[in-house]
């Protein structure tokens, strides 16, 4: 299925890609927030090479899309049925829409307390413990992970691997299985800063900033 690399190119790889950065990012503070702060230092200038980068892949993603013409209503391109295209068509709106939402998240932390990262860390604690919140960011998370496990069989299928119906279904637990592994990576970060406790590393208890630091962005 050549003309459907470009398809897959511009719709999976782009969001998978940010993933995965997002995720390395954050991923020291399980160590607590020096390691974070370590880690991942905040800037302005950070921030708006994210924001652009977000941007060129989000248009890419609409182009991506537009690409897509199957060959007849019965086919599905690179994906499995025709549900499986609408289905990944639904999650992925989603999927952009929470890396988005995380991204203005960020803008909102760094315009409160300035390019701090101590203090952004102790933002997203008070901010990602809240129901309705972490509710938003577990939904926003499977969309993502259902949307990877599709697309990278897309990307096998479209360049010829899985194709037949047996190895296809194969194709799709080995995806779905890796995409869940991920996923329960990121859900080991949320919970961290949801619960203080990283269900992978044992019990984190992270170290409180002094009084005011949040406030005033210092320490």
């Known amino acids: 299925m050549p003309r459907y690399r470009s398809h897959v190119a511009l719709t999976v790889w782009p969001l998978a890609a940010l993933f995965a950065l997002e995720l390395a990012r954050i991923w020291p503070a399980l160590r607590g927030a020096p390691s974070y702060a370590s880690a991942s230092p905040a800037s302005w200038l950070s921030l708006v090479a994210c924001t652009v980068v977000v ?18 209503p019965d086919d599905a391109g690179p994906y499995r049925t025709l549900g499986c295209v609408r289905l990944q068509k639904v999650a992925g709106r989603v999927a952009w829409a929470f890396v988005v939402a995380h991204l203005t998240f960020q803008w ?24 309705l919140v972490l509710g938003f960011y577990v939904f926003g998370l499977a969309a993502v992970g259902l949307y990877l496990s599709q697309g990278i069989a897309a990307t096998f299928r479209a360049w010829g691997v899985g194709t037949r119906s047996e190895s296809s279904r194969w194709l799709e637990v080995g995806c779905t299985l890796a995409s869940a592994v991920v996923m329960l990576a990121a859900i080991n970060v949320l919970s961290h800063f949801a619960t203080g406790r990283a269900y992978w590393s044992g019990s984190l208890s992270t170290p409180s900033l002094p009084a005011g630091a949040v406030e005033d962005g210092s320490q």
């Open 108 to 131: 909102i932390m760094t315009f409160r307390v300035g390019p701090v990262a101590l203090s952004h860390y102790e933002l997203m604690r008070s901010f990602l413990s809240r129901p």
């Open 55 to 72: 941007v060129v892949f989000v248009v890419a993603y609409a182009r991506g899309w537009s690409r897509l013409a199957l060959e007849s």
